[in-house]
């Protein structure tokens, strides 16, 4: 009885640490914790009520065509198409597009020069802001007389041609690139003209400040700017991008997390489809949150589409590149982790069939020499009663490890059941072309949690019912009384199950930490507060544990 006692508690802990692995290797393959960045939440109640604001915005366009319907005034006439082509330039390319020209043809037809070059320079601003160079180019350069520009027009025309630079410059890489002076003599020239401490002049003076990397400057510029604006105005959504740059280039990624979600909530209020802070958003989330991020940049994708713009789908596109390496990089991971997890468990079962012979060996060997010592009863007469005794004790012990292999071969049994058809699950998904479905399962599981919490169960009640009963009793006895524990009868608390694996053998802390699925210093910690409720010296606390039952 000694002997296998002994073995069993030899290969107990290796037994316990394999099941734990198992679990882990199973239930998910490994990936770094996402960081908790403020303000998420908040925006994904905004991603939801998206079709509610871009309602808003169709019935304010529908809104401006019925008044137009019903006007004869051709300067009325203009004015509405002027501001449906205001309302419309960051929601609709082609609108935009529609009514600026039907806001020139008017403009012609009353031979008013001021009203068709205004016209004209939106439709120029336009082409340039969605990527249409050589169209903004031919409108700006070659179709307006700029000898005909009021004072007014000319800071609209100069801001025109500044916009198309800044934009030309940060896409080098386009084939399509006309010749245009750099956005600084735009500037010098606008700077003659504007009022100082103008709205233009402040734009003005935030990007050259930028520009030349004066950035704290250019924040509390940025941040005067944003101060007069609401996120229902557009601008706010502009000038929060604006500070998000400024918050990179200082390194502070949380701020620039902020301004971003911030710059988004707004595009999302003003229904702006033309815009570039979601995507960076996806950017920033694409190495600890694969699927916020895809569904971030599948919506900004989206967006550009109905928006028709000619390069913001081009650029969001190189990104889904990006996007497919990190999933595939996952089903690796998720791949390797399986076939290991497989192995594991196999060789697991492997080692309790071992086991089971060995137990059932043994117990024939006692059966045996059980029935030795029956047939010299007669000879050991006043040794009878002690040997009857020991006979049950044996009969009992070989029913509980009888019982106890039994539950491990079949809880191992379930695992491998388990695993075989989550397996299958997984591959008809996948052929089925459902990967969404099957990560979204998988993000939903909880089968570690349960794993975990059954292993605990069938940790505390394989220690206290087969190896050491009265463990509780005899730990509490060398603590001081306010310090003791009185857990559940059947069960450990996380102390107790540390010192029942020390009294197993298991003391290093490194392989409790892994056993238990905890950190190696939350084991450290909670060592120290116990030992420190120690009666006798603190020293020798942990080889009286290890006598506990001996």
Known sequence: ?????????????????????????????PRRPAPRYRGLEELEGYIAAR??????????????????????????????????AEESFSYSFDSTQFYLKRAMDLASGLGDVDRYNRAAINLGHLYAKAGHYMEAYNRLFTQIDTTTLSEPLRIEYLMALYDFSSDLAGNSGMVERPQIAESDVYRRQLYGLVPKDSEYWRQLRLDELMSAGRLEEADSLAQVLLSGRTQEEH????????????????????????WLILSAESDIINAVKDYASLTIISQLLLPTDIDRSFRYLRIAQEDAIAYNAKLRPWQISQFFMEIENAYSARRTRAHRMSVVSSILLAVLTGLLLILAWFLISRSRKLSRARKDLEQHNTLLADANGTLGRLN??????????????TDFLRRFSDGVTAAQSEEAHARNLLKQGKADQLLKELSLSTRSEKSLKEFYKTFDQTFLQAICPDFVERFNA?????????????????ELRIFALIRLGVD???????????????????????????????????????MIGK
């Open 235 to 258: 601008a706010y959504a502009i000038y929060a991008y604006q500070r998000s740059v400024i918050a990179e280039r200082l390194g502070r990624a949380e701020e620039q997390m902020g």
């Open 508 to 546: 290093d802390s490194r392989e409790i930490a892994e056993l238990l699925h905890y950190s190696q210093s939350t084991i450290y910690n909670y060592k120290v507060a116990v030992k420190n409720a120690a009666l006798g010296s603190r020293d020798r606390f942990e080889e009286q544990v290890k």
């Open 1 to 29: 009885m000694g002997d296998n006692c002994t073995h069993i508690r030899r290969i107990l802990p290796l037994l316990l640490a394999g099941c734990i692995f198992a679990v882990s290797c199973r239930d998910a393959a």
């Open 51 to 84: 079709p509610v604001y871009e309602n808003r915005k169709r019935d304010q366009l529908e809104g401006i065509r019925k008044l137009a319907a019903v006007t004869q005034s051709p300067r009325r006439l203009y004015d509405y198409a002027m501001h449906a």
């Open 392 to 405: 049950g004790e044996l009969s009992r012990a070989d029913q509980v490890k009888e019982q106890y292999i």
């Open 478 to 494: 060398l603590l001081r009384e306010d310090a003791r524990f009185h857990p559940k009868p059947g069960s450990l608390n996380t």
